[in-house]
T-cell receptor
């Protein structure tokens, strides 16, 4: 499978615990994005990387959130001291920097439930 | 800032009929791209169609076409000959072009196709 893959697909945790999600983009894509989607809403941008550099962060990304892309390949999104409001689907996407449309290719998401 | 508005929370259509999903947008960027994505219950966002703001012709991709009216700032998706497998959430999105910025999504429209 050469698409975007995310792990784990589902995570249930207790409030206050830390969680980490992993995203493996399409191999030749140098841009990687994280989005959050809550029920009944469209995806909301969190952050994106070009290679290993984190170029933009949304104000939605509080201090409890951190994302890395250490070697410009896979990325991790960590949420510390989870809160019930963090319950959402976390979507990863990748794209080429240049390209006709710059369309994003999404993974199937990681669903987080905070009890 | 960019804004996408999808005013139809849900749409119903019978199999083999055509359906139009509405999308209006607002942006101050002179050049931008408009996208439609489909999200089935599995969660993955699937790219459907793209329209550039300077494209003279409306985009078409198989059964999907985009009715782009720049003066009205609308980019409606038309699905011809609906199929049961078209039942999903549909999201309109935009980004400034060239593709240096992220996608901004609307809240989506749930489409249900009945036999």
């Amino acid at each position: 499978d050469t698409g975007v893959s995310q792990d784990p697909r589902h995570k249930i945790t207790k409030r206050g615990q830390n969680v980490t999600f992993r995203c493996d983009p399409i191999s030749e894509h140098n841009r990687l994005y994280w989005y959050r989607q809550t029920l009944g809403q469209g995806p909301e941008f969190l952050t994106y990387f070009q290679n290993e550099a984190q170029l933009e962060k949304s104000r939605l990304l509080s201090d409890r959130f951190s994302a890395e892309r250490p070697k410009g390949s896979f990325s991790t999104l960590e949420i510390q001291r989870t809160e019930q409001g963090d319950s959402a689907m976390y979507l990863c996407a990748s794209s080429l920097q240049t390209g006709n449309t710059g369309e994003l290719f999404f993974g199937e998401g990681s669903r987080l439930t905070v009890l | 800032a960019q804004k996408i508005t999808q005013t139809q929370p849900g749409m119903f259509v019978q199999e083999k009929e055509a359906v139009t999903l509405d999308c209006t947008y607002d942006t101050s960027d002179p050049s931008y791209g408009l996208f439609w994505y489909k999200q089935p219950s599995s969660g993955e966002m699937i790219f459907l169609i793209y329209q550039g703001s300077y494209d003279q012709q409306n985009a078409t991709e198989g059964r999907y076409s985009l009715n782009f009216q720049k003066a009205r700032k609308s980019a409606n998706l038309v699905i011809s000959a609906s199929q049961l497998g078209d039942s999903a959430m549909y999201f309109c999105a935009m980004r400034a072009m060239p593709g240096y910025s992220t996608l901004t999504f609307g809240k989506g429209t749930m489409l249900l196709v009945s036999p």
